[in-house]
């Protein structure tokens, strides 16, 4: 079975053990999906051994184990609908966040074949445009959120699209508050903390808060989930200090969860981490903030610099975008004014194929950097005013 070829799905689901799926409890499913990096963002093993992972790329172990994940949630709806016109009906229920990242899929039949063609668009992001680095830390990490969404289109269809996004905005509310609790933020930490803050502020008005957010996160794997991403929110200097310990036990409190499922989490990332550190491209950076910042500073300044030319074409069309970019290298924009420029840029960007990470969950969240750093890469001409502080 090659997921890089085409007729994996098929061959894939062919050798899937149905008397595995029917009896493995949805926590230990989490729990194996867990422990082969899923969750964390890279994947260094196959959910429940289905697949001997050996001559497998990290890719294509991805890709097995979200295709996995949405058919053992398949399995567990007994939903009578059929698993690939579902999950790609599903797919089409979100809507306009991934309506550009598919475009061109979905005038396709409901075939093992556009399906296949969606995961990989999903995961792959282009390699000539994304670092491997930073797609294992943003992108992949919030894979989940497509299974959990998926978890509930076959509970009940409506209103699912506005489930994804109060989802993807309160598990980014509560990151950004797990990262504000440090105690000692290095500069690194301040900028993600101003980068969350920038894109949550505008994300979803109804869930900007931690308590509003926290409101929201109900079912059990939402809050195995947020725990999780906390705690790898919090594990700098490989290891997670009092102050963000603190944090977690007022989460665990606020979601009603166990003082063992704190610890759960706590341990099987170090463990996670401690097996694979050569295998985790930030694990060798010392602080995940640090990692993250400057993975998304190179992403962003490639992305301005290959679609310079189209993007001064856009602008250029846009007097209030222009305006606004221009005034932002001289003084900070107002709230309402970084609401308008970057639904301008989120509109400029559904026409550049090339800039569709911008479509995906935690997208917004690269929004600030864009507009920061597009005075700076952008001809001198448009850049007129710029005032350098560095």
């Known amino acids: 079975m090659n997921p890089s070829a085409s007729g994996w799905i098929k061959k894939l689901l062919v050798e899937v053990s149905e008397k595995t799926y029917s009896e493995t409890e949805t926590s230990e499913f989490y729990r194996r999906l ?8 890279t ?85 000539n445009i994304i670092s491997k680095s930073f797609n ?119 979601l009603d969860l166990k003082e063992s499922n704190i610890k759960v989490s706590v341990d099987d990332i170090n463990t996670f981490y401690a097996d694979h550190k050569d295998d985790v491209a930030f694990l060798s950076s010392k602080n995940l903030a640090q990692s993250f910042y400057d993975n998304s500073s190179k992403v962003v300044s490639k992305l301005i610099k290959r679609n310079s030319k189209r993007l001064i074409k856009e602008l250029s069309e846009s007097k209030e975008a222009m305006k606004l970019l221009a005034q932002s290298t001289q003084r900070n924009l107002t709230d309402e004014e970084q609401k308008k420029i970057q639904s301008q840029l989120l509109d400029i960007f559904k026409s550049i194929p090339s800039l569709a990470i911008f479509m995906l969950p935690g997208g917004m969240i690269l929004l600030p950097l864009f507009v920061k750093f597009i005075p700076k890469l952008l001809p001198s001409a448009f850049d007129d005013n710029r005032i350098d502080n560095d």
């Open 34 to 41: 867990k422990q082969t990096g899923f969750i964390y963002g």
């Open 43 to 127: 994947n260094t093993s196959v959910v429940l051994d289905i697949v001997k992972p050996f001559t497998l790329t990290e890719e294509e172990r991805c890709k097995i184990n979200l295709l996995l994940s949405f058919y053992f949630f398949y399995k567990q709806s007994q939903t009578d609908a059929e698993f690939t016109p579902s999950l790609i009906e599903y797919y089409r229920s979100i809507g306009n966040t991934k309506q550009s990242f598919f475009e061109g899929l979905f005038g396709d039949k409901l075939s093992d074949s556009t399906l296949e063609k969606m995961i990989h668009r999903r995961i792959h992001v282009e390699d």
């Open 136 to 254: 294992y830390f943003l992108i992949n990490v919030l894979l989940f959120v497509d299974v959990l969404g998926y978890q509930q289109f076959l509970k009940d269809k409506t209103h699912i699209k506005s489930y994804v996004s109060h989802l993807e905005s309160a598990l980014e509310t509560i990151v950004f508050s797990t990262i504000d609790a440090k105690t000692e933020k290095s500069e690194y930490d301040q900028n993600l903390i101003k980068l969350f803050e920038s894109s949550i502020r505008h994300r979803n008005s109804e869930l900007q808060t931690y308590e509003s957010a926290v409101q929201f996160i109900n079912e059990d794997l939402e809050k195995l989930y947020i725990i999780d991403l906390v705690c790898m929110a919090s594990w700098s200097d490989r290891i997670i200090d009092d102050s963000e310990r603190l944090f977690l036990n007022q989460l665990r409190i606020d």
